[in-house]
């Protein structure tokens, strides 16, 4: 098992451009998240999915868009990217209502200039 | 919603001390608090979690503790070794598939 796999590991963008943030988790887990995590600030969520087919903001969605594509993929986009957009973003997923462990993909070092 | 505050930001011990970092909750109706340790460069990790329904839970070196009335739970590492080195996360969660609320970490350093 791979866990949860995040896309790319680095990017950097120019102010203005588009990307798209791929998460992918192989346990079965009906719940994931988008989480940034900036020096200071913690890890704060900006989208989640409780289960296939539903997604809700989280604290920080402005400037983001999410999709949840199928059980296993939970993407996130950036349509216009802001240089405060520069973070490292982490994907997560949980099982669900039987086990809260949260499952962490390796983080997207993303810079915008 | 919910809203956690983690004292201190920066910890620093000697090796061998004890360490213990505190948080507060704001709901009172949130029952789940785990605390995640995040190595330099790597993704956090869960260490250890606690339910509302019990004060305390210990897993060798590490405990956390939790005052439901107070709002407040700790985490507790002993016999600090270089390797506890990180950034340690509380966070607390009401019941249901609502999702986790972080604290903004405290960065633990222990000195050989």
């Known amino acids: 098992n791979a866990g949860v796999t995040q896309t790319p590991k680095f990017q950097v963008l120019k102010t203005g451009q588009s990307m798209t943030l791929q998460c992918a988790q192989d346990?079965?887990?009906?719940?994931m998240y988008w989480y940034r995590q900036d020096p200071g600030m913690g890890l704060r969520l900006i989208y989640y999915s409780a289960s296939e087919g539903t997604t809700d903001k989280g604290e920080v969605p402005n400037g983001y868009n999410v999709s949840r594509l199928n059980k296993r993929e939970f993407s996130l986009r950036l349509e216009s990217a802001a240089p405060s957009q520069t973070s490292v973003y982490f994907c997560a997923s949980r099982q669900g209502a039987t086990n809260e462990k949260l499952f962490f993909g390796s983080g997207t070092q993303l810079s915008v200039l | 919603g919910e809203n956690v505050e983690q004292h201190p930001s920066t910890l620093s011990v000697q090796e061998g001390d004890s360490a213990v970092i505190k948080c507060t909750y704001s709901?009172?109706?949130?029952?789940?608090f785990p605390w995640y340790k995040q190595e330099l460069g790597k993704r956090p990790q869960l260490i250890i979690d606690?339910?509302?329904?019990?004060g305390e839970k210990k897993d060798q070196r590490i405990a956390v503790t939790l005052n439901k009335t107070a709002k407040h739970f700790s985490l507790h590492i002993t016999e600090t070794q270089p390797e506890d080195s990180a950034v340690y996360f509380c966070?607390?969660?009401?019941?249901?598939?609502?999702?986790?609320?972080f604290g903004k970490g405290t960065r633990l350093s222990v000195i050989a």
């Open positions: 346990m079965n887990h009906n719940s």
């Open positions: 606690i339910r509302s329904n019990v």
């Open positions: 966070a607390a969660r009401l019941s249901g598939n609502t999702p986790l609320v």
């Open positions: 709901d009172s109706a949130s029952n789940y």
